[in-house]
């Protein structure tokens, strides 16, 4: 059985900020696969669903993004899914606009998300799927500003690319594709 999280913040006003980018790859993804998220439970929304004679569980946690692993740990939990088939799919505003990075485990770094999602699963031996966002060379405020604010309508085509090549990667996860391979794929 394979889990999916895309990490983000649930109401309407976050919608478009950098920081939901892993709503948005998670959306992709599901739109790829023609399912919706049906269920309501484990601090979040999901749906649950067979590909390739496997169960996936697609997650989207209804959290806010700092509480993130309480939704990951109950749903993991709850379908005794092992960590190293759980797949993560966030920003990250270490890599520039457009990039993609696929990881089979390591530190959350400073993201508050995948902090929480690292200490509730007690591992850091996950993959996950980053999607680049580092701020503009010409941005002067708060991080936490930036990653709050729209995606700029400039950076729209790259972000697009972005999503589809994230959402790819994820696919080819749910598909058994064995994690090396899919960031020798989908990296860069």
Same mark, same amino acid.
């Given at each position: 059985? =394979?889990?999916?999280?895309?990490l ?7 919608k ?7 709503f ?8 790829? #696969? ?16 067979s ?11 209804h959290t ?13 939990s709850? =379908?005794? @899914?092992?960590?190293?088939n ?6 990250? @505003? ?7 990075k696929?990881?089979? *485990?390591g ?21 996950r ?10 941005? +002067?405020?708060?991080?936490v500003?930036?990653? #709050?604010?729209? #995606?700029?309508?400039?950076? *729209? ?10 959402s ?5 996860? @749910?598909?058994?594709? *064995? ?5 020798? +794929?989908?990296?860069?």
């Amino acid at each position: 059985m =394979y889990l999916v999280v895309g990490l983000g913040n649930p109401d309407a006003k976050y919608k478009n900020n950098v920081h939901n980018l892993g709503f948005m790859g998670i959306d992709a993804l599901s739109q790829k #696969l023609g399912v919706s998220f049906d269920k309501k439970g484990h601090k979040g929304v999901y749906t649950v669903f067979s590909k390739n004679g496997e169960k996936v569980v697609l997650l989207k946690p209804h959290t806010y993004m700092n509480l993130s692993g309480e939704s990951v740990q109950s749903i993991a939990s709850f =379908y005794k @899914i092992p960590s190293s088939n759980i797949l993560v799919i966030y920003d990250d @505003i270490d890599f520039d606009i457009g990039t993609v990075k696929i990881r089979a *485990k390591g530190s959350a770094g400073t993201h508050n998300g995948m902090k929480s999602v690292v200490n509730m699963l007690g591992t850091t031996e996950f993959p996950r799927v980053r999607i680049g966002c580092k701020p503009p060379s010409d941005f +002067k405020g708060d991080l936490v500003d930036y990653v #709050l604010s729209n #995606l700029r309508a400039e950076d *729209k085509p790259f972000f697009d690319s972005a999503l589809d090549r994230a959402s790819d990667a994820a696919l080819s996860f @749910i598909k058994g594709e *064995k994690i090396d391979i899919i960031m020798n +794929k989908f990296n860069g």
